[in-house]
């Protein structure tokens, strides 16, 4: 195509001039602002320091274990940032589950409560399908269920070695199974597994559970491996000392000792520590495969 050039005389090169002087302002102007809005809002684009975030508002969480301890706080802060909630455990509780409630209501939200026995494959399966029959989805899951199980090397039996790895290790496989396939579809997904600073060091008197949350960081590692390509994160935290009914255990004089000889910052820790650090490792979506040690310095320590 020849092209056409035309030779213009005031006035009419000023009014083409100014035309195209606008033009450039405007597309100027343009470009400014959705820059302006990609780093605000946006997924990392500029280096402006916004971090990456999965925004929990109106996704869908189940927590195992959301009805005391570290699970009951982890789901009241997803109910807080407007999340939809889903909690099971083997029995209902009224106290925490009420307080679930009254976080949720400013949402617009109900929690859902689920009666399941985490530590067999068919009712971890049953806990997503019912979560995904309110909501459609499920885009967060948190396995929190658990608790202690006593006896060491010559006292653990083959019953509670298999309770201890279907509650705290099988689950995890059966629930991610389960829930898998709905993170897929939605193309994101976050997965947090609890461990234990006694599944790091060597664990006097509780062989089974040492042994079985010692297995967690691993089994997050190596299925955000395999999850990477979904755009499924699946992390680890290892809580050491942390005051929940799980510790109704301890004596008081064992309790002096944590906080005098053991762990170093010379307290327990509370379910919220553990909480926030939960919920910070959901919501930074350039975190996978990570075990996050939350103990006041506990597991470090040499002397
Ligand atoms: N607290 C600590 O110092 C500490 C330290 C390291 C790791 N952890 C781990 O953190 C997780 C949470 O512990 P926590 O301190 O929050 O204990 P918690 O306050 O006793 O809460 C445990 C939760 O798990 C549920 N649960 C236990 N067994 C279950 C099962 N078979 N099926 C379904 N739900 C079950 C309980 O409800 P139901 O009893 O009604 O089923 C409860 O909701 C556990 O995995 C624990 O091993 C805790």
Redesign the pocket.
Known sequence: MVPLIFILHPPHARTVLIYHGWKLLLSGFKIQSWAYFRGFYGRGQLDEGWANTMDLAGKVCLV?????????KTALMFAGRAAHVAV????P?SDTFEKLREVAAPHGHEPLFIQ????NAEACARTVTETCARWGRVDVLVH?????VPGGFFEVTEQSWGRAFA??VHAVLWLARAAVPYMIKQGEGAILL?????GLRGCLGAMA?GVA?GALPQFARSLARELADYNIRVNCV??????????AFLTPEQKEHNIKNRIPLHRE?K?EDVARAILDLVENDFITGENLVIDGGMTMRIA
């Open positions: 195992t274990g959301g009805t005391s301890g570290i699970g009951a099971a455990a083997r029995n509780r399941a026995d985490i530590g929190s269920a658990g608790g202690p509650v705290h609890i461990g234990s600073a006694a559970y949350k290892c809580p050491g000392v942390i005051r929940t009914p799980f510790q820790g379910p």
